[in-house]
């Protein structure tokens, strides 16, 4: 079973993402942060086998947070979720260690991202310069 940490401040958000993974029989969200720094706590607690990371938070933004899991945690595959994906966000995402980046709103290419990540590959489409 893929234990899958979802972090984002909105919680209608994380019930519909929650429901989108657990969609996936091999998948289960182990748990789930409204901040960046709870995003921090639950991994050092039990580090998932995943994170969904949202990009804007109410404390730190999800690049930081990324960086600051990366250290610690360099073998967790981190998939960065935002409403406003562009060029600048992606890049850098992954410069902060982050392994895919994708627009929330987009499903299918979480779904997609996920299992991407899952088999130790990245995931950043193509972003329209915004």
Sequence with gaps: MVRILLVD?????RHYLRAILEQQTS?????????GAEALHKVLEAPPDLIL???????????????????????????M??????????????LAGVRGACAKQDIGSVVEAVQVLLSNQTYFPPVSVS
Excluded at 9 to 13: A, T
Excluded at 27 to 35: L, Y
Excluded at 81 to 94: C, F, I, M, P, W
């Design 9 to 13: 401040d909105n919680p209608s958000v």
């Design 27 to 35: 998948w289960q969200v182990c748990g789930e942060a409204r901040t």
């Design 53 to 79: 990371l949202d990009y804007q938070m109410p404390d730190l933004n999800g690049v930081d947070v990324a960086k600051q899991i990366c250290e610690l945690f360099p073998k967790i595959p981190i998939l």
């Design 81 to 94: 979720v935002t409403l406003h994906l562009s060029k600048q966000l992606a890049e850098a995402a992954r």
